[in-house]
């Protein structure tokens, strides 16, 4: 026993620093998974600290990318990128831990992949915005809105990491 089931007053798992409870959506898209790429974005979210509170492979339909990219259905590529996006599986994810929106951001890189600095997901593993390998929620609001789109609540699992007294204070 690693003390994961102790009682809360001696677990080893913090309480009360602000925001270590944010979540937010990441997916792999098509191309990542036909490049066998979801092992890759797991581990650097895995080694970056944060916590895996869902995932699941999917085959997304219209419905549910329309929902997700309705800011962008006027925009000339919408009709591309949903086929893309339905071109095979997805892989969602919801990572949770403190400024998990703002850092799976940055650990995703900028959205054009020419763009996208070397270190960051899009920067190590593609060339191109259509292709673009991943996923991540833009805002904490959008990451909420994500997730209730792409998870039902019993998807979710609330679980203790044994190590986070390593990972916060
Ligand atoms: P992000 O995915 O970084 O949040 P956006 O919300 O602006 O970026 O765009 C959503 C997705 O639409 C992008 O990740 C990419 O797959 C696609 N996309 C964005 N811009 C273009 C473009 N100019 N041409 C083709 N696809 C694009």
Redesign the pocket.
């Known amino acids: 026993d690693l003390g994961c089931n102790l009682p809360v007053s001696l677990s080893c798992c913090p309480s009360g620093i602000p925001g270590i409870q944010e979540r937010t959506l990441v997916a792999v ?1 098509p191309d990542g998974v036909q490049r066998r790429l979801v092992g890759d974005v797991i581990k650097r979210f895995e080694r970056r600290g944060f916590k895996l509170v869902g995932m699941k492979l999917l085959q997304a339909n219209e419905g549910i990318l329309a929902e997700h ?1 309705h800011e ?1 259905r006027r ?1 000339p ?1 919408y009709p ?2 949903i086929h ?1 996006m339905t071109s095979g599986p997805v892989v969602a994810m919801v990572w949770e831990g403190y400024n998990v929106v703002r850092t799976s951001r940055a650990m ?1 890189g900028d ?2 992949s020419a763009e996208a600095k070397p270190g960051t997901i899009r920067g190590d593993f593609s060339i191109h ?2 292709r ?1 390998v991943v ?1 991540a929620s ?1 805002s904490v609001e959008m990451a909420q809105r994500e997730i209730n789109l792409w998870f039902h609540s019993s998807e979710l699992v609330d679980w203790d990491c044994c190590d986070y007294s390593n990972t916060y204070q």
Do not use: G, I, R
Request: without cysteine.
């Open positions: 898209k990219y962008l925009k590529f591309a990128l893309y995703v959205t054009d915005v259509s673009n996923h833009d």
